[in-house]
């Protein structure tokens, strides 16, 4: 199945459920994300798959030196986002059971995850290209921006415009 596009409204945002899936988790913290409790969130004896993203920080951009990255995020609209990635998730991959979407904020090191998203289906296929759909639909629409704070002792913020035309996506 192909991903749909989110529905603009009026006010040029997507609107989310009132409610979230009880399958569904979401979250944005400055605690350390954890692989092992995205995938539990995930799990059910329904699913033949359960497909895991988990976004790192890199050491280079670009084939300059990063030491970290630094995450803001306007919380109760991103939150927003999410819910509504996995509504339409939930639309075009009618078997999902469970979508996982958690972000870190704050000063991040390289190595450390950043970004993590689980997505549970009965067949692999689905749960590959709803996982997918997730991470590029969340990195166009969420509002969280990231500081690069490279190996020289200068910063620059990445905007969603400048992943856009990255070659490497962001």
Known sequence: MSAIA??????????????????DHFAITFAPLSLEAAYALADDPANGAVVVMSGMVRQQTDGKPVVALEYQAYEPMALNVFQQIAAEIRATWTDATHVVIHHRTGKLTVGEISVLIAVGC??????????????????????IWKKE???DGSTSWV????????????
């Open 6 to 23: 989110p529905s603009p409204n009026t006010s040029g945002f997507t609107r989310s459920p009132a409610t979230p899936h009880p399958g």
């Open 122 to 143: 009965p067949h692999r296929s689905e749960a590959f290209a709803a996982c997918q759909y997730a991470i590029d639909t969340l990195k166009h629409n969420a509002p």
């Open 149 to 151: 704070h490279w190996a």
């Open 159 to 170: 905007s969603i415009g400048a992943c856009e035309q990255s070659p490497a996506g962001c």
